[in-house]
């Protein structure tokens, strides 16, 4: 295939644009699973436990809301 200034990476790629509900709930995840991982390990010790159950349930309910969302006809 041969690329063409014209287009656009995505198209090129194959690739689809991602919907926002799906972006935010990617990108909730991977905040969560960050900074979950990075205070097991010792280095964000001082973050309360509250904030990470916030950012955990804030991932589940983004989850819900994606799903809810791809399952809409219109």
């Known amino acids: 295939m041969e690329k063409t200034w014209g287009e656009p990476w995505g198209k090129l790629l194959g690739q689809t644009a ?10 909730l995840l991977s905040i969560t699973v ?13 973050i309360p436990g509250g904030l990470l ?18 399952t809409r006809r219109w």
Not at 34 to 46: D, E, S
């Open 53 to 70: 159950w916030i950012l955990l349930l804030g991932t589940v309910g983004a989850g819900v809301v994606d799903i809810v969302q791809k």
């Open 18 to 27: 991602m919907k926002p509900t799906t972006a935010a709930f990617l990108i």
């Open 34 to 46: 960050t900074v979950w991982v990075m205070r097991g390990l010792g280095v964000l010790t001082f």
